[in-house]
């Protein structure tokens, strides 16, 4: 019989890298279900524009992309002196950063990158420097690889046998280096032998519950079923959800945590009809210098998000439209965060 740590080692990947040759993949998520095409990543405009359009995307996930793309836009450039290798370093870094706001991540693992050519001795040359970084982005997705395990370790101790399991938008495999942050339980607790039902969000507009998270449970055997949007409400007033996991871009001190959008309103229902309702999250995802939520910036995309889907015009071409692409959960509806270390429950204190 397969192994446990067989089967989780066989869940998709949203990236790779190759360091004999210093290539950076990634599996063009806007693509999914239909299609699986990985494509490589060759210049830092590149690898902006696929954090950008959420060819690759997800806060852990965004983070490693942001340190492997400004390592391989450094890659011709070996051959700088040192100050001039270092000004570049700081330019892309700066430019991968502005891609997306919300997602601490994406600073995170760029600050870790920018620290060690900071830090670096300055009587080193730029292709040792260069070594440096690939370790630093190498050791970033590493981490987060175990960093999912564990969460996944920790979560599935909440999930009971028979229990619906909600999700929202996808914090999964695709979403980080490893097996994703809310998914990450029913994974574990399910290569465990646990029997659950999961219940995926479509997450309007860009709908990565159902091309990603449905695709994703469904390809490795759980039983998911996908609802639209506007019936997790009443799926709980049915009785039939136990529990909410969902992801995190950023959580502020006090605990208020920015999330796709639609998380907040599953919150409040879930208060409403007494389902716990969870945060599963790297502690690379807490943000000790943002005090609250009312900080946090949450990003606004384009109106075609909304009015298009796949392509196809579903609202006349010119309606004013609002999309921001998360919101803000107040934290004194978050039952606990599910993190590496364990399950922080409240009161919640993340100040540094
Ligand atoms: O806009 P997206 O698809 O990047 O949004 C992703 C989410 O909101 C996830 O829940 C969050 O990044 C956590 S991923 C482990």
Same mark, same amino acid.
């Not at 997705?141 to 599935?156: P, Y």
């Given at each position: 019989m397969e192994t446990k740590e067989a089967r989780l080692a066989a869940i998709p990947k949203a990236l790779s890298f190759d360091p004999a040759s210093d290539r950076f993949f990634i599996l063009d998520q806007t693509r999914l279900p239909t299609e699986e095409v990985v494509v490589e990543q060759t210049d830092v405009e590149q690898v902006y524009d696929s954090i950008y359009q959420l060819k690759v995307r997800g806060a852990p996930a965004i983070g490693i992309a942001g340190a492997y793309g400004?390592?391989?836009?450094l890659k011709k450039h070996r051959d700088l002196d040192r100050d001039a290798f270092e000004a570049l370093v700081h330019k892309n870094a700066d430019y991968l950063n502005s891609s997306r706001p919300t997602a601490v991540n994406l600073s995170w693992a760029l600050r870790r990158m920018v620290g060690v050519a900071d830090a670096f001795p300055p009587e080193e040359s730029t292709e040792a420097l260069y070594a440096a970084l690939r370790t630093e982005a190498m050791a970033i997705?590493?981490?987060?690889?175990?960093?999912?395990?564990?969460?996944?370790?920790?979560?599935?101790k909440l999930i009971e046998e028979g229990n619906g399991v909600m999700t929202l938008c996808n914090a999964g495999a695709l979403a980080t280096g490893g097996i994703g942050t809310a998914l990450a339980?029913?994974?574990v607790a399910w290569a465990d032998g646990k029997r659950?039902?999961?219940?995926?969000?479509?997450?309007?507009?860009?709908?990565?519950?159902?091309?990603?998270?449905s695709w994703e449970l469904h390809r490795f055997g759980i039983d998911v079923t996908l609802i639209a949007d506007s019936v997790a409400s009443y799926?709980?007033?049915?009785?039939?959800?136990?529990?909410i996991i969902v992801g995190a871009d950023r959580v502020a001190a006090n605990g208020d945590t920015a999330n796709k959008i639609g998380t907040s309103s599953l919150a409040i229902n879930a208060r409403h009809y007494g389902v716990p309702f969870y945060i599963a999250c790297p502690y690379s995802t807490i943000d000790p210098h943002t005090p609250t939520g009312e900080e946090i910036v949450v990003e606004e995309?384009? &109106?075609?998000?909304?009015?298009?889907?796949?392509?196809?015009?579903? &609202?006349?071409?010119?309606?004013?439209v609002f999309n921001p &692409?998360?919101?803000?959960?107040d934290h004194d509806?978050?039952?606990?965060?599910?993190?590496?270390?364990?399950?922080?429950?409240p009161p919640y204190n993340f100040s540094a």
């Open positions: 400004l390592l391989i836009s997705h590493e981490s987060d690889i175990e960093t999912c395990r564990l969460i996944g370790e920790h979560g599935a339980p029913m994974y659950f039902r999961a219940y995926s969000n479509e997450t309007r507009p860009l709908l990565q519950g159902a091309r990603i998270t799926l709980m007033k049915l009785g039939r959800v136990d529990l995309r384009g &109106a075609d998000e909304v009015i298009y889907v796949k392509g196809q015009q579903i &609202a006349p071409a010119d309606i004013q &692409a998360f919101d803000v959960t509806l978050i039952a606990g965060f599910i993190t590496e270390k364990g399950i922080i429950r």
